[in-house]
């Protein structure tokens, strides 16, 4: 095995070797342009020489001579600009700014040598901005494809059109923002043509994938470009070929066909999935006891007491925590008890102490009691006792704390501290008791209301995640608490999934991509179910789950399962995945021919609906676009609606591009689109009256 020392200086010799063969090809070529320069009687004793012309650098954007092009001479980059946060960045020397335009502009930072022609020997920043230009300035767009491939998660990509400079472009990439590769050709090289198939440019991986595309001829003139995409994922490949024809010198694109489709076979017959399971108590929310209540009794009072109580305000529970005593955890209730002494002399408060009625109707001591004051912010003051002294005709506005123990552990939900202890009966009455010096009694009855459990429920999801598609919950009856998943669609029509263990539902995922993936690899280890680990969410001892179920023998996913587990209970649900069926789509144009600028009707009838969805007008055999219509709130899965006709006679099409098909599947889904339709634009016709002599 060779040593790293000997590999370094082997890759420095086929670098000098690379600089020697570039040397040798320019000076080839300068020779060659002489010869060709003497035979064509261009250069001849006495006659001065023509001057010599100016190139521009597609490297670094500078002018030069070829005789004065000098290694060192041109500087570029060896990186592309890449966003890096709120800036734009070149790895290869870390220059950049927050501004696209200039830090483009950036002096490179490598070194070399002058190139007037745009190639592939090595890297350079300019010529994927140059493939950006062409594919975002484009003139013409005559074909476009993509493929997501599984085993790389990338989605390999084509595109064929016509430059603004007159040129015919194959543009190649592996992924959206890391352009590949492409090949220009002008109007006379595609007519020279001599070969009946010649490979245009190709790239590949030892992944797997690949990317061909190659020009077909006859009678010594192109008359087809034929792409090929292969991904690793897929043994067949994606190919299609748009016919070329020319218009004097200007090539002109024929027929789009469709040679070879990887999509999976269709099912023999519909998918089934089976019913949902539950296993385990479902809690019941219980009744609104915080509703009707009542807030203020008389005073009760014995012997002639002389303080009068008075409710004020409402009655709080436990105050988010709880009150240890004896080795029992105490359910804590405070309310707020206006106190008037109605005697003009001063009075003494001996005693306060607390009662609760049980569930045999019977009035049961409180197992301990506070008096105090509210403070800022609501904290309370306590008094070492509960006797205090009042001054004639005065009124306080105290606190009263009672509480009741409970058995068992307090629940551990925040939202639970806030009710009576589910061992205690609903609604609750309470009972607060002042005795004075004589021995008089004053009691202030009041009661206390737990709201229902907050249990979340498929009406209540369909409130804020709508349209809701698919739910499944699942109760933890120690803690009183639901954990639930659903399934609905976002208003760019994306299909969501939402877990929420305990109520917590902070995590969305957009399932479609992951979905198609998670199929490939259950056909890969041969199971119908995969699971996706990323999506596993937990809460508290609840867990939720989701797998994608599919189909071993076409590859593709039908179903998702989502499993819930709690301390105390389970549920496993499925969810039939929609059938986006394009042979289900369909569109009419009314009337099939109009003039420029009417008004016509268009007809769809599609198998899923949202609002992002668009019509779409483009030339018959092109892919320029040359008219939309945003569906909006006419979106519909049958519907209509009226779209102004081009400007231009001709031959049309009218294509439905469903808008939440875009990062459903490939993420740059160009052929994503339904029921192309086409139909016929004619000149405005005017007619004159000719007035008699």
Known sequence: MASKEEVVQLKKVVQEL???????????????????????????????????????????????????????????????????????????????????DSARDLPGCTKG?????????????????????????????????????????????????????GKVFILVGSVRNACGTCAEFSSEELKQCKEESFTALQMSDSVGWAIKAEIQSSDSEANAITVSIKSASSSIPLVKRVGLHFAGDIPMPGKVECLSDPSPAKPSAPYTIPEPTYEGPVLDPGEDYSKDRKYDYETETTNDCLLKLQQHGCTEVNSSTFKMKNGKWNNLFTATVKVTNTSQANLAVTDVYGEYMNEAGEW????????????????????????????????????????????????????????????LPQPLHLRVTFVDQRGGTAALEFEQGNPPL?????????????????????????????????????????????????????????????????????????????????????????????????????GVAYAVKVVITTPTSSATGYYLLPNDDVSLASMTVEPQKVSVNSEFTVNWSVPRASKQD????????????????????????????????PDAPGQYEIRYYPGWLKGHVTGYCHDGYWAPTTFTVTPAYHYTVQQPQ
């Not at 007037?116 to 975002?136: G, I, N, Q």
């Not at 409180?366 to 904290?379: A, L, N, P, V, Y």
């Open 18 to 100: 690379r600089k020697g063969q570039l040397d040798i090809l320019i000076r080839l070529e300068t020779l060659e342009d002489k010869v060709a320069a003497l035979e064509g009687g261009e250069v001849t004793p006495g006659k001065p020489k023509e001057p010599e012309p100016i190139l521009t650098c597609v490297q670094c954007s500078a002018e030069y001579k070829e005789s004065e092009n000098a290694e060192g001479g041109c500087k570029y980059h060896s990186s592309r600009l890449t966003s890096a946060g709120w800036e734009y960045m070149y790895s290869c020397c870390n220059q950049g700014g927050r501004n696209y």
């Open 113 to 165: 040598k002058h190139r007037s022609k745009h190639h592939t020997e090595y890297f350079y920043a300019a010529y994927y901005f140059h493939m950006s230009d062409l594919s975002r300035k484009a003139k013409q767009l005559w074909l476009t494809m993509d493929l997501k491939d599984h085993v790389t998660e990338c989605c390999e990509w084509a595109e064929v059109g016509l430059s603004d400079e």
């Open 364 to 423: 049961v001591k409180c197992d301990d009691q506070w008096i105090g004051k509210e403070g800022r912010r609501g904290s309370y003051n306590w008094f070492d006792s509960t006797s205090f002294n009042m001054e004639p005709a005065s009124t306080k506005t105290l606190a009263a704390r009672l509480a009741i123990a409970f058995p068992g552990d307090p629940p551990p939900s925040r939202y639970d501290r806030c009710r009576a202890h589910r061992s």
């Open 454 to 554: 907050d249990l979340a429920t498929r009406k209540s999801r369909d409130k804020d995640w709508k349209p809701l598609q698919f739910h499944l919950f699942a109760d933890d009856a120690k803690k009183c608490m639901r954990s639930d998943a659903a399934i609905y669609y976002d208003d760019d029509g994306i299909l969501c999934y939402r877990p929420a263990p305990c109520g917590s539902c902070s995590s969305i995922f957009y399932i479609g991509s992951s979905v198609a993936s998670a199929a490939y690899k259950a056909k890969l280890a041969g199971k119908e179910e995969y699971e996706l680990t990323g999506m596993k969410t937990e809460n508290m001892g609840s867990t939720v789950r989701i797998f994608v179920v599919g189909d071993l023998e076409t």
């Open 614 to 645: 668009r019509i779409d007008i483009y030339p018959r055999y092109g892919q320029t676009l040359v008219g939309y219509e945003v569906l909006g709130k006419n979106s519909a899965t049958i519907g209509s609606i009226k779209i102004q006709a």
